[in-house]
């Protein structure tokens, strides 16, 4: 068990850059979270996969997002056209389905700054 | 819809000293708590959780953590902090209708020496 990995660890960009971030769920895991962390805050759901399935989505993630789970494995969520208000850290959690009952294990997290 | 509350933004210990951190939550049915813990740059690191049956739950590092249904409290404890507990910590809650987890805003430890 290698645990939750994220890359890039930190990306600064200017504003109106394109971005993307890829998340490598613990191997046996077959769902997969994104969440994103303002200063201060505590995490907020962005958007959630089963294998390759994206499942849900919350009203956060705006057109400008997209997040994507080829083959069931590793994640990538990119933002478009990025502004100054997506600088945040996004945090990729992953969990083996046991119904709800589950334990969601998180990553290090990419913290982004749009300047 | 659901909520989580955590009242203290700060919360300063000497080190040695008892800990609780407070954790109020909102939902209908039974919900499933978790304490995570932050440090600074960091991901989360899961301290304990609680699904059903014992509502007194032992975490790693020594925390614990009582749900009380009757207050829709899930406070942590610790009975003696040390300087490595200086962190932020997160309770979160999670729920029969959705995979997602619903966090607080955060409590920051700071340990004096």
């Known amino acids: 068990d290698t645990g939750v990995s994220q890359n890039p660890r930190h990306k600064i960009t200017k504003r109106g850059q394109n971005v993307t971030f890829r998340c490598d769920p613990i191997?046996?895991?077959?769902?997969l979270y994104w969440y994103r962390q303002t200063l201060g805050q505590g995490p907020e759901f962005l958007t959630y996969f089963q294998n390759e399935a994206q499942l849900e989505k919350s009203r956060l993630l705006s057109d400008r997002f997209s997040a994507e789970r080829p083959k069931g494995s590793f994640s990538t969520l990119e933002i478009q056209r990025t502004e100054q208000g997506d600088s945040a850290m996004y945090l990729c959690a992953s969990s083996s389905a046991q119904g709800t009952q589950e334990t969601q294990y998180f990553g290090p997290g990419t913290r982004l700054l749009v300047l | 819809a659901q909520s989580v509350t955590q009242p203290d933004i700060h919360i300063t210990v000497s080190e040695g000293a008892s800990l609780e951190l407070r954790c109020n939550y909102s939902?209908?049915?039974?919900?499933?708590l978790f304490w995570y813990v932050q440090s600074p740059g960091q991901g989360l690191q899961l301290l304990l959780k609680?699904?059903?049956?014992?509502?007194l739950v032992q975490g790693i590092k020594g925390f614990e953590a009582e749900f009380k249904r009757s207050q829709s409290s899930f406070n942590l404890r610790k009975p003696s902090v040390h300087w490595s507990d200086a962190a932020e910590y997160f309770c979160?809650?999670?729920?029969?209708?959705?995979?997602?987890?619903?966090f607080g805003s955060g409590t920051r430890l700071l340990v004096r020496p």
């Open positions: 979160a809650v999670g729920t029969d209708s959705s995979y997602k987890l619903i």
């Open positions: 191997s046996e895991h077959n769902r």
């Open positions: 609680y699904f059903s049956g014992d509502t």
């Open positions: 939902y209908g049915a039974t919900p499933y």
